[in-house]
């Protein structure tokens, strides 16, 4: 396809070409028309917009190169975009459903652009962690992003972290993301599609990712939030069908906030549909996890969101957003939404060492790590929590504390949770069976407690189950003085909520 290199259409043209070359894909941005000044024409004059971008192919890219004049800001990010990608070019344009705000990005990527160190986190489930990649932190998805970073912006110490944690959806990241990121982000991918299921909006899980939407974006650093959405063929959650996809709700969120909507769906739906790509080359028999081509597919894809991003940037173009890129934050979409930052989060490690300080009655501990959790098939077993509980907000004589604690279709028994020193609260029913749940995960289960500095909890095993299982596990707790002002009605709904509360909740005195 040739260029259109008359005055007019150098200047009036937005083209995107998108072509692979020997299995290479890269994208040029070749010219800016000076802000202010007119386009020629051969007809009456009209005003000038700003600069126009054409946006072409790496040949398109070639032919500049080989001509007098190369626009300065395209020859650094030329490595860049040289990536070798494992998909045609085509899937990956299907796969960005929209690009949400690009003057946020613009801000967001600038330190690469200025040669700076990016500091990029990642939170989410199993998939992100590296469930399914012959080498976790190597061969999966958010490792080859960060690699990406490292070779095509080298000579600095990017910062990188993926805060993933498994079976976990949303809830503990809406309380906890501190945790699981670096200090000051630029970038945040969020990938909680899968675990957080399809459910109602009245859910825990759909509160609370719009929670951890609006904390993230309210950071000091402002960051671009990037919302990775992936599918799955599992027979007890999408299904294979396109429109049974807790997508159609989280997408509905990135459109609110002008966030990117990245869409595995998108991406893989057709190509797997027609036959142009197998399902058992980018997913595990489970029909849930990736493997090494799926993290790769993946990968791809937020590879070319931010680097035609950084391209845009780079070029200085001027966006504008609804509302202008102010830093602005619209109100909750869903009703009485309040953000609820937690003073203290423990998990994995950190919760065995520094909180179950007695875990002998009982329970033993299992596995590593953030993966760590305290587990029993006993029945009487006993696990003493201690949490300073002492932080209150302004009008509130309770702090709410949660137990990070496994729920099942069928592996998980129940147990108890009481306070039984240093404070007091209502015991609270730990039930480990919630039927829909197409897999095991740890959710949140909620105590209001009297403020302390020496609060003890004790779980106990009731020896009771719904299911075929008696396992109990507890992986972590949470202390949030703002849930104990606030109190999360959703939480009471209970987990096992498919289709919208049909009670008032309970009235907190």
């Avoid at 975009?81 to 070019?89: D, E, K, Q, T, V």
């Avoid at 000091?220 to 599992?234: C, I, W």
Wanted: glycine content about 8%.
């Amino acid at each position: 396809m040739g260029l259109r290199t008359t005055p007019q259409a150098r200047c009036h043209a937005l083209t995107l070409l998108v072509l692979t070359a020997a299995g290479v894909y890269a994208t040029g941005l070749l010219m800016l028309r000076p802000r202010g000044r007119a386009c020629p024409s051969t007809g009456p004059p009209h005003q000038a917009l700003g600069p126009e971008l054409v946006v072409m192919s790496e040949e398109g890219i070639a032919r500049v190169m080989a001509g007098p004049r190369v626009p300065q800001p395209l020859e650094p990010l030329l490595a860049a975009f040289a990536h070798n990608i494992s998909l045609p070019s085509a899937f990956l344009a299907r796969g960005v459903v929209s690009a949400g705000s690009h003057a946020a990005a613009a801000r967001a990527l600038s330190p690469l652009l200025a040669g700076r160190p990016l500091s990029v986190g990642v939170l989410g489930g199993s998939l992100t962690f590296g469930r399914g990649a012959t080498t976790r932190g190597k061969t999966d998805w958010a490792p080859l992003v960060f690699d990406w970073v490292r070779r095509a912006f080298p000579g600095t110490q990017h910062e990188l972290r993926n805060g993933a944690i498994p079976a976990a959806p949303s809830e503990w990241a809406s309380f906890c993301m501190h945790e699981h990121l670096p200090p000051a982000p630029d970038v945040v991918l969020v990938e909680y599609i899968i675990n957080d299921m399809t459910v109602p909006w009245e859910h825990a899980h759909r509160r609370s990712y719009e929670r951890l939407l609006r904390r993230l974006l309210q950071l000091p650093t402002r960051p671009l939030v990037v919302p990775v959405m992936l599918f799955n063929y599992h027979p007890h959650q999408h299904k294979g069908v396109f429109h049974h996809t807790p997508e159609n709700d989280v997408g509905t969120l990135s459109l609110y906030y002008d966030l990117p909507w990245l869409s595995m769906r998108g991406m893989l739906y057709h190509p797997i549909k027609t036959g142009a790509v197998k399902k058992s080359d980018v997913m595990m028999g489970d029909s849930l996890h990736l493997i090494n081509k799926g993290h790769r597919a993946v990968a791809d894809l937020v590879i070319h969101f931010l680097r035609m991003e950084a391209a845009r940037a780079a070029l200085g173009r001027r966006h504008v957003t609804l509302g202008g890129d102010d830093g602005a934050l619209p109100a909750p979409m869903l009703p009485n939404l309040v953000e609820l930052p937690a003073e203290y989060c423990a998990q994995g490690e950190r919760f065995r060492r520094d909180v179950a300080r007695n875990a002998t009655g009982g329970f033993w501990w299992k596995g590593k790590g953030d993966e760590m959790r305290a587990v029993t098939q006993n029945p009487n077993a006993t696990l003493d929590i201690h949490v300073d509980a002492s932080v209150t907000a302004p009008g509130s004589n309770r702090t709410a504390v949660l137990l990070f604690t496994a729920k099942s279709h069928d592996k998980i028994g129940n147990a108890e949770a009481s306070c039984i020193s240093g404070c007091s609260c209502d015991p609270i029913p730990l039930n480990g069976t919630i039927p829909h749940l197409f897999a095991t995960q740890e959710h949140l289960d909620l105590l209001l407690v009297t403020p302390s500095p020496e609060c003890v909890l004790r779980v106990r095993t009731t020896g009771r189950t719904d299911s075929n299982g008696r396992e109990v596990r507890v992986r972590g707790v949470v202390v949030s003085a703002a849930a104990g002002l606030h109190v999360p009605e959703e939480f009471y709904w209970g987990e096992e909520m498919q289709y919208g509360p049909s009670t008032a909740p309970p009235v907190y005195g």
